[in-house]
């Protein structure tokens, strides 16, 4: 599984200074990544190499910063508490703002 930001990131982000929740919030990191590699598929190759590898750059500095800010949501709302929140198949605004020009609209 791929992690576009690491568990001390995580930890120094949302002030967690205990190893209590680190199974939880890895889970959550891999989980976030997916979802922000789902987000920005057209532009994945910027962010990470064929093997997996992040890419360091403007745009990883990008997906990091919502990864973190998905990881906190995910952090905070454990049981779908906020679902009416968010529209199904919509990312807050507050993680599309750092990668919205990364992301290519899928055409049907």
């Known amino acids: ?5 690491t568990l001390d ?5 949302l002030r ?3 190893d209590a929740a680190d199974n939880d919030l890895q889970e959550a990191i891999y989980q976030a990544s ?3 590699l ?10 990470i190499d064929d093997s997996g590898e992040v890419i ?5 500095q990008r997906v990091k910063r919502s990864t973190l800010i998905l990881v906190g949501i995910f952090d905070r709302v454990k049981n779908g508490e906020e679902e009416q929140r968010y529209s199904q198949g919509n990312l807050p605004f507050s993680v599309t703002a ?5 992301h290519t609209p899928t055409v049907v």
């Not at 599984?1 to 930001?5: E, N, P, S, T, Y």
């Not at 789902?38 to 962010?47: C, E, H, P, Q, W």
């Not at 750092?98 to 990364?102: A, N």
Request: aromatic share 12%; charged share 20%; glycine share 8%.
């Open 98 to 102: 750092f990668i919205y020009t990364l």
């Open 16 to 18: 967690i200074d205990t």
């Open 38 to 47: 789902d987000y920005v598929k057209g532009s994945r190759s910027l962010i």
């Open 56 to 60: 360091e750059g403007e745009a990883l």
């Open 34 to 36: 997916a979802v922000i």
């Open 9 to 13: 990131e995580v930890k120094s982000y």
């Open 1 to 5: 599984m791929i992690g576009l930001v």
